[in-house]
């Protein structure tokens, strides 16, 4: 089992639905990212929290919005998604001093269909 | 810019071959870490090590050992004598040093499958 959880495991959805992915830790871990991976490609950066403010956003488009409500909860919501928006879509965290590794949950599998 | 290159997109071996994974990274900083993941089926990345850039020190873990060499860029991966549940995705990933959070930028990975 791994120590960042992530819910659900599956999502299947229309392009006019809105879902939320939920990510949770209880590390204590001040960092928390969102990842994008596509079959047989690396994991490709989406956002970054650190102490619950958005650090990083690596240009995603506004169909995604993160949100941080706490130190340990990350959510992604999604609107209008496309269906090159299936992926992957993996939540990490790590301690908020820059240098320690990224734990990673097992993902979610998302179909657009 | 910053870009790591895992040249071998497959690997088949039989069970107790050792078998090397090679990471050549390009950065213009002059710290940074470099790290390996591990990604079986199950779709979690599993973290195996952790080098930054200060340290060139070879690290062996178990059957794991790594070869960190920065004259030529490179932070090269072994298994010795493998196993089959050491088939999954690896992946060499770098990172600047940053305050409060990394920056990964992950290699294409290599997939390893071990043959009984």
């Known amino acids: 089992d791994t120590e960042v959880t992530q819910t659900p495991k599956h999502l299947v959805m229309g392009m006019t639905n809105k879902k939320s992915l939920k990510c949770e830790q209880h590390m204590g871990h001040r960092a928390m990212y969102w990842y994008k991976q596509k079959a047989k490609k690396p994991p490709e950066l989406m956002f970054v929290?650190?102490?619950?403010?958005?650090?990083i956003n690596e240009s995603v488009p506004s169909r995604f919005s993160p949100e941080c409500p706490n130190s340990s909860l990350l959510n992604l919501h999604l609107h209008a998604l496309q269906p090159e928006d299936s992926a992957l879509y993996l939540c990490?965290?790590?301690?908020?001093?820059?240098?320690?590794?990224?734990?990673f949950g097992d993902g979610t599998r998302l179909s657009i269909l | 810019a910053q870009k790591v290159t895992q040249a071998q997109t497959e690997i088949s071996v039989v069970e107790k071959e050792d078998v090397t994974l090679d990471c050549v990274y390009e950065?213009?900083?002059?710290?940074?870490?470099l790290f390996w993941y591990k990604q079986p089926p199950s779709g979690e990345l599993v973290f195996l090590i952790r080098?930054?850039?200060?340290?060139?020190q070879n690290e062996i873990s178990g059957r794991y050992s790594w070869n960190f060499q920065k004259s030529t860029s490179s932070f090269n991966f072994t298994i010795t004598a493998s196993q089959v549940v050491d088939s999954a995705v690896y992946f060499c990933?770098?990172?600047?040093?940053?305050?409060?959070?990394?920056?990964?930028?992950f290699g294409q990975g290599t997939r390893l499958t071990i043959n009984p």
């Open positions: 080098r930054n850039s200060f340290d060139e």
């Open positions: 990490a965290s790590s301690q908020g001093t820059g240098n320690q590794p990224q734990h």
């Open positions: 990933a770098l990172s600047p040093i940053i305050q409060g959070a990394q920056k990964l930028v």
């Open positions: 950065t213009r900083d002059t710290t940074y870490y």
């Open positions: 929290y650190s102490y619950e403010k958005l650090s």
